[in-house]
T-cell receptor, first 109, second 114 residues
């Protein structure tokens, strides 16, 4: 069954507003990865987090890995129309690897 | 550099027909993966290969077979297609040999089974 839960499933924001998606696991993760998929496109790898409490930034995107390594978040500051797409987290536990169900982001100009 | 190339991009099959989805990568990656993506389900791993000649089942292997022909190519075969296999199929690769962390995805094959 699904090991990694992601919320919200959908998010509509006005351009310029912030956006956050959350990823939660029932078990401790070895690492977590984030991907972005544009409508009709393929997943594109964004980043990997490995350490407890790790925070990484990519321009307007901030990724966090929880202290207990059971949750993670992706925050986008001042969204732009180019941010439209579905954001997936994916976590590793032992030799298993599970994708979350994704958060679909719509940005209203 | 093409990255990960999948063929075909679209396919319609009748129930019971067979077909092979092709995938090739030109990045000299060790690991290759086949995923299926269904609405509301995220991506689910069908099969994984850490190196030439080795394959490993993922979450949803039933109804599929794979072949890692060489380091570049990893094919997925549906022996007797069923409507439940209607999906978008993605091939992916990564440089490591750990069963995780796919990094580069192909454009996908959109498969419909009637």
């Amino acid at each position: 069954g699904q090991q990694v839960m992601q919320i919200p499933q959908y998010q509509h924001v006005q351009e310029g507003e912030d956006f956050t998606t959350y990823c939660n696991s029932s078990t401790t993760l070895s690492n977590i990865q984030w991907y972005k998929q544009r409508p009709g496109g393929h997943p594109v790898f964004l980043i990997q987090l490995v350490k407890s409490g790790e925070v990484k930034k990519q321009k307007r995107l901030t990724f966090q890995f929880g202290e207990a390594k059971k949750n993670s978040s992706l925050h986008i500051t001042a969204t732009q129309t180019t941010d439209v797409g579905t954001y997936f987290c994916a976590g590793s536990t032992g030799n298993q690897f599970y994708f979350g169900t994704g958060t679909s982001l719509t940005v209203i100009p | 550099n093409a990255g990960v190339t999948q063929t075909p991009k679209f396919q319609v099959l009748k129930t019971g027909q067979s077909m092979t989805l092709q995938c090739a990568q030109d990045m000299n990656h060790n690991s290759m993966y086949w995923y299926r993506q269904d609405p509301g389900m995220g991506l689910r791993l069908i099969y994984y290969s850490a190196s030439e000649g080795t394959t490993d089942k993922g979450e949803v292997p039933n109804g599929y077979n794979v072949s890692r022909l060489n380091k570049r190519e990893f094919s997925l075969r549906l022996e007797s297609a069923a409507p439940s296999q209607t999906s978008v199929y993605f091939c992916a690769s990564s440089p490591g040999t750990v069963k995780a962390q796919p990094q580069h995805f192909g454009d996908g094959t959109r498969l419909s089974i009637l």
